[in-house]
């Protein structure tokens, strides 16, 4: 099966007892369990919406075995802290999601594990390893500025080096972008983004090798963070729709893309879709898309970001990203609010700087909604 027919008919488990085509959800909490070889129970991760989302996903990212979760960071926590134990050390890409970045400078020094952050070049993340360190956590592209690493050169360096490595997959879901036939052992994806796809769910996954995948289970058991048969159920059908929402999302984000880089009112843009994007060539190795992540300056000397934001007419100001409705966020404030004033210099998120999740609108709509934002005349 290929990738679209993948996402339609992999992982279902059909109704038979009134032949309907859906998976049917399975609400219980308790299972028999006289006869029968292992103890169903929602936080053992074996129940059949865990199980049959579990194979979907796997189907798609290429993996022998799976965990879904109820968040993308009950994923990541789970299993930095499968595999990370006290005197072990681990490099983080220093550009990683907020919440991986907060989690493990608050958390790893109480477990007494070492950590360093690198910046997003294998080169850099060769130079941080220790004889101790065990794990390597990347992710890209990363946000807001969508820079691109290169994930064979990791893996390849990683295996010489003995470490395990990790990527989150959120931005460029497994349409795009298939770390596993790169070399990676371990993707987690934030479900609540584009697999989930409608801002209307929270969850998380993890796809690897059936032998981590087990120690990930067994790790997870202690903290919990199993997902509902309710969400299970949405983020299937969900997921059915994922490689037509993601390319069509991505087609408008090249269009919006475009056009940003070719108008007066904004600055630098931030597309690895874009010829002059250092990413360009590399996002063009290693992903089939180039997302519909996207992140430009607004450029206006009497415009506020502010009020061009409440300029908007289609595009809604809000956090998180991934949905079918276009959303735009000010990352100095939102996302990476938490981040120094100094080190977000440094990475280049000036105060000025929007990040847009392209959503499924006619793409033509969003142009127009742009252009009269930046024009000042909204609301
Ligand atoms: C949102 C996000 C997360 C965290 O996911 P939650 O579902 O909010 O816990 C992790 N990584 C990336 C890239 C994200 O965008």
Known sequence: ??????????????????????????????????????????????????????????????????????????????????????????????????????????????????????????????????????????????????????????????????????????????ILQNPIALGIDIVVHSGTKYLGGHSDLSCGAVATSSELALKIRNTAVNFGGNLNALTCYLLERSLKTLAIRVRQQSANAFKVAQFLEGEGGFGKVNYPGLSGHPGHEMARSQMSGFGAMLSFELDHPDLSVDAFMKGLKLIIPAVSLGGIESTICDPARTSHAKVSAEVRARQGISGNLLRLSVGIEDADDLIEDLAQAAEGKGK
Do not use: W
């Open 1 to 174: 099966m290929r990738i679209d027919t993948k996402c339609v008919h992999s992982g279902s488990a059909r109704d038979t007892i009134s032949r309907g085509l859906n998976t049917p959800i399975f609400p219980s909490s308790a299972y028999e369990y006289l006869d029968t070889e292992s103890t169903v129970y929602p936080r053992y991760f074996n129940t059949v919406n865990q199980r049959v989302l579990v194979e979907k996903i796997c189907e798609l990212e290429g993996a022998e075995d799976g965990v879904v979760f109820s968040s993308g960071m009950a994923a990541i926590s789970s299993v930095l802290l499968s595999f990370l134990k006290a005197g072990d050390h681990a490099v983080l890409q220093d550009e990683i999601y907020g919440g991986s970045h907060a989690f493990v400078t608050a958390f790893f020094h109480r477990f007494g594990i070492e950590y360093s952050f690198a910046a997003t070049s294998a080169e850099a993340i060769e130079a941080a390893i220790r004889p101790e360190t065990r794990l390597l956590f990347i992710e890209t592209p990363t946000n807001p500025l969508l820079n691109v690493l290169d994930i064979r050169a990791v893996t390849a360096m990683a295996r010489r080096k003995g470490c395990l490595t990790v990527i989150d997959n959120t931005f460029a879901t497994p």
